[in-house]
């Protein structure tokens, strides 16, 4: 049982390539997450899914899109990347019930220079 | 706007003592917190929860408190082990949603 997934681990990107960060689940979890952790801001939300079909804006969802490809896969592009987009990245999954946690993945280190 | 608060960066206990650290959000209007703790280099893990109907809940050594007249939460563990260093996030959600708000965390270090 591997959890909550994500690939890369680290990349290092330049400004304005393009990149897209993958997210997968085994724990059957109707809803996921994105979010971008960094120094002194602690985690913040970009993108959320509530379930299979469905995505929404987070706090900082600008260039960013995310794409549910079905209930286990959630993944981050990045279409033209910042140097203020250098952060590390979090997924997250949950049952999606009243009252859940969420699990999350062991993150993506990304450096835009 | 920092809706969640955690005033204290970083804390230093002895191992064997208690732990408190401390929490703050200024929306009333949250209705379930959450703590979790974060090895480096690893995703945070989730450690424990208190709906706001409730002012405790108590998981071995650790202990969460809501004082919701205070917007304060703390989470206190006894007795602190050299292994519970870590950074510590709480997070809290907003109601109807999914979506919870973290706040900065605190580093904890357990001196042996």
């Known amino acids: 049982n591997a959890g909550v997934t994500q690939t890369p681990k680290f990349q290092v990107l330049k400004t304005g390539q393009s990149m897209t960060l993958q997210c997968a689940q085994d724990?059957?979890?109707?809803?996921m997450y994105w979010y971008r952790q960094d120094p002194g801001m602690g985690l913040r939300l970009i993108y959320y899914s509530a379930s299979e079909g469905t995505t929404d804006k987070g706090e900082v969802p600008n260039g960013y899109n995310v794409s549910r490809l079905n209930k286990r896969e959630f993944s981050l592009r990045l279409e033209s990347a910042a140097p203020s987009q250098t952060s590390v990245y979090f997924c997250?999954?949950?049952?999606?019930?009243?009252?859940?946690?969420?699990?999350f993945g062991p993150g993506t280190r990304l450096l835009v220079l | 706007d920092q809706q969640v608060k955690q005033n204290s960066p970083s804390l230093s206990v002895q191992e064997g003592r208690i732990s408190i650290l401390n929490c703050d959000y200024t929306n009333s209007m949250f209705d379930y917190f959450l703590w979790y703790k974060k090895y480096p280099a690893e995703g945070p893990t989730f450690l424990i929860s208190i709906s706001s109907i409730k002012d405790k809940n108590e998981d071995g050594r650790f202990t969460v408190f809501l004082n919701k007249s205070a917007k304060h939460l703390s989470l206190h563990i006894v007795p602190s082990q050299p292994g519970d260093s870590a950074v510590y996030f709480c997070?809290?959600?907003?109601?109807?949603?999914?979506?919870?708000?973290f706040g900065t965390g605190t580093r904890l270090k357990v001196l042996a």
């Open positions: 724990m059957n979890h109707n809803s």
């Open positions: 997070a809290a959600r907003r109601p109807g949603t999914y979506k919870y708000i």
């Open positions: 997250a999954s949950s049952s999606g019930r009243t009252q859940e946690t969420q699990y």
